[in-house]
């Protein structure tokens, strides 16, 4: 089983970007599809961008699509969200995660610990 570690979440104001990174452990990184979810206060965790081993096999959620970008670097057993333009409604907790099956809570393999985004207006 994969163990995940996010980093870099903080608080910034509404239009700031932010890099989330995750770091894996395990020899196999370069094949799991990866994700990263979110939850709000007070709302249910959702999905917010997915990557499959190639990635060139990106997927978003409507809410995030042209502001954010996953990536991965299967040579670092990383993947990454860069997230552009962000707004109020952005802040939650940012999980990252292996998707063995279907992009929701469902699919999920393996979750990180979470780290928090909080954007200011």
């Known amino acids: 089983q994969v163990q995940l570690v996010e980093s870099g979440g903080g608080l910034v104001q509404a239009g700031d970007s932010l890099r989330l990174s995750c770091a894996a452990s395990g020899r196999t990184f370069s094949s799991y599809v990866m994700g990263w979810f979110r939850q709000a206060p007070g709302k249910e965790r959702e999905f917010v961008a997915g990557?499959?081993?190639?990635?060139?096999?990106?997927y978003y959620a409507d809410s995030v699509k042209g502001r954010f970008t996953i990536s991965r670097d299967n040579a670092k057993n990383t993947v990454y969200l860069r997230m552009n333009s962000l707004k109020p409604e952005d802040t939650a907790v940012y999980y990252c995660a292996t998707i063995i099956g279907e992009y929701s809570e469902n699919g999920v393999g393996s979750w990180g610990q979470g780290t928090q985004v909080t954007v200011s207006s």
């Open positions: 990557i499959r081993w190639s990635a060139g096999n990106t």
